[in-house]
């Protein structure tokens, strides 16, 4: 990501799914795992550095 990253971010530990069903334990149908922060001129540019990360 390069100096696009403002924060390169960190692996998240277990997660929990809240809905209006109430809590789960498990980690849902797509569980976050991590995240990164980036600088960038829109969605589009933010799509095209994240793809070059290789994430």
Do not use: F, Q, W
């Amino acid at each position: 990501m390069g100096e696009a990253a403002i924060n390169p971010g960190t692996p998240l530990g277990k997660s929990r799914t809240v809905s209006a069903d109430g809590l789960s334990e498990d980690d849902g149908d797509a569980p976050m795992n991590g995240y990164s922060i980036v600088r960038a001129a829109g969605m589009e540019a933010a799509l095209e550095i994240a793809s070059l990360s290789g994430a």
